[in-house]
């Protein structure tokens, strides 16, 4: 049975730093790509960042690019999610999501490529 499993949120101030950590099970590691979304109050889900499977490459939404950096340690089924200068807004529910991929196809930001969700983890940002 595939299990998501997202950790590491909290309140921090702005400007300070947050490590996100995603755990699957259930499924091959190497078969899948992670995206990390986040879900404002009002606000619909959007994709944050992403890194295949086969060629470790990356996305990031604009206002993230030089802030986050994604990661992925196949020996312990993990993806990470490093948030730096992180800013109020910031705040929301972050999800991570799986993406079954063949042949170095890039990952995507779009929710309905992804077919399995975790429960999310909260992260604030307020002074």
């Known amino acids: 049975q595939l299990q998501i499993v997202e950790s590491g949120g909290g309140l921090v101030q702005p400007g300070e730093s947050l490590k996100l950590s995603c755990t699957v099970s259930?499924?091959?590691?190497?078969?899948?790509?992670i995206g990390w979304f986040r879900q404002a109050p009002g606000k619909e889900r959007e994709g944050v960042s992403c890194?295949?499977?086969?060629?470790?490459?990356?996305k990031y939404i604009d206002s993230v690019s030089d802030r986050f950096t994604v990661s992925r340690n196949s020996g312990v089924s993990t993806a990470y999610l490093r948030m730096d200068s992180l800013q109020p807004e910031d705040t929301g529910v972050y999800f991570c999501?799986?993406?079954?991929?063949?042949?170095?196809?890039?990952?995507?930001?779009?929710?309905?490529?992804?077919?399995?969700w975790g429960q999310g983890t909260q992260v604030t940002i307020a002074s």
């Open positions: 890194i295949s499977n086969l060629s470790g490459r990356t």
């Open positions: 259930g499924i091959r590691f190497e078969e899948v790509a």
């Open positions: 999501a799986v993406q079954s991929l063949r042949n170095y196809t890039p990952c995507t930001l779009s929710r309905g490529d992804y077919h399995s």
